[in-house]
């Protein structure tokens, strides 16, 4: 649902106010999304999954705990490499299935999706 141009002009005006407030926080919030956000955290789960790896190939004949800390690790960074990846692909996923302005939602998302559509549509209406 489109902003009204009362809500606008607010939005508007928080957003001046905030550039003039705190410039650098500003601009990190405009330069920042879902993608860059969870790319990072992606990226350090990796490096996190790797030093896991390592440590658990490294001591696995000579400690048994630091073995058992690699795995762990190991599991922790495979946890947040897929929340991340998955928060990511949803937001993607969003990204491309909404229609844009002037689009026609039919050809833009295709027709698996529209027999969805309906049939939820038909479950709101059996539910009010």
């Given at each position: 649902?489109?902003?009204?141009?009362?809500?606008?002009?607010?939005?508007?005006?928080?957003?001046?106010?905030?550039?003039?407030?705190?410039p650098r926080f500003?601009?990190?919030?405009?330069q920042t999304n879902?993608?860059?956000?969870?790319?990072?955290?992606?990226?350090?789960?990796?490096?996190?999954?790797?030093?896991?790896?390592?440590?658990?190939?490294?001591?696995?004949?000579?400690?048994?705990?630091?073995?058992?800390?690699?795995?762990?690790?190991?599991?922790?960074?495979?946890?947040?490499?897929?929340?991340?990846?998955?928060?990511?692909?949803?937001?993607?996923?969003?990204?491309?299935?909404?229609?844009?302005?002037?689009?026609?939602?039919?050809?833009?998302?295709?027709?698996?999706t529209d027999s969805?559509?309906?049939?939820?549509?038909?479950?709101?209406?059996?539910?009010?």
């Amino acid at each position: 649902m489109p902003l009204s141009e009362h809500e606008q002009r607010i939005l508007a005006e928080l957003e001046d106010s905030l550039s003039k407030q705190d410039p650098r926080f500003a601009e990190k919030v405009e330069q920042t999304n879902v993608y860059s956000h969870g790319g990072r955290r992606v990226r350090w789960g990796v490096a996190g999954f790797i030093a896991g790896l390592a440590l658990l190939l490294i001591f696995l004949s000579t400690s048994v705990l630091l073995s058992l800390a690699g795995l762990a690790l190991m599991f922790f960074s495979a946890v947040v490499v897929e929340r991340n990846a998955r928060l990511m692909g949803r937001a993607s996923w969003r990204d491309i299935t909404r229609p844009g302005r002037g689009d026609d939602a039919h050809t833009s998302v295709g027709p698996r999706t529209d027999s969805l559509r309906d049939w939820l549509s038909r479950q709101r209406r059996r539910s009010e």
